[in-house]
């Protein structure tokens, strides 16, 4: 790769890491990060492509018919069913901001239901 000659030294600095393979301009978003061979596009933006292609239908149904098998549901029934599952569970449970979220979504669904009832 050539560096162009600017007038910017800040740019030249750039141009010069990303010729010596230290960083690589995202092609999606036109961030830096490290230079990784192979790779052209950063994390968030792999992210955010891999939230878009689960939101499609497609993806949705083929993922339902999977979760549909027989030996898939018996799989999943019997992890949830053993004792270092429940174990795991329950010490989730116990945690403060867990806790915090779960009454702040209980007096939420509360006042929703309050608020209905009244106007009916």
């Not at 301009?25 to 968030?44: A, G, K, R």
């Not at 806790?99 to 929703?112: A, D, G, I, L, V």
Request: glycine residues 0%; aromatic residues 8%; hydrophobic residues 20%.
């Amino acid at each position: 790769m050539e560096i162009i000659e600017e007038d910017d030294e800040e740019i030249k600095q750039l141009m010069l890491r990303i010729s010596n393979k230290e960083i690589t301009l995202c092609d999606s978003c036109d961030t830096f990060f490290d230079y990784i061979p192979q790779v052209t596009t950063c994390n968030e933006c792999k992210k955010k492509k891999k939230r878009e292609y689960q939101r499609r239908p497609e993806y949705k149904a083929k993922v339902s018919e999977y979760e549909q098998r027989p030996e898939v549901k018996e799989r999943n029934r019997k992890r949830r069913q053993s004792a270092e599952y429940k174990a795991k569970d329950r010490e989730y449970g116990q945690r403060p901001e867990v806790k915090e979220r779960n009454r702040k979504q209980q007096r939420e669904r509360y006042h929703r239901k309050k608020k209905l009832r009244e106007e009916e």
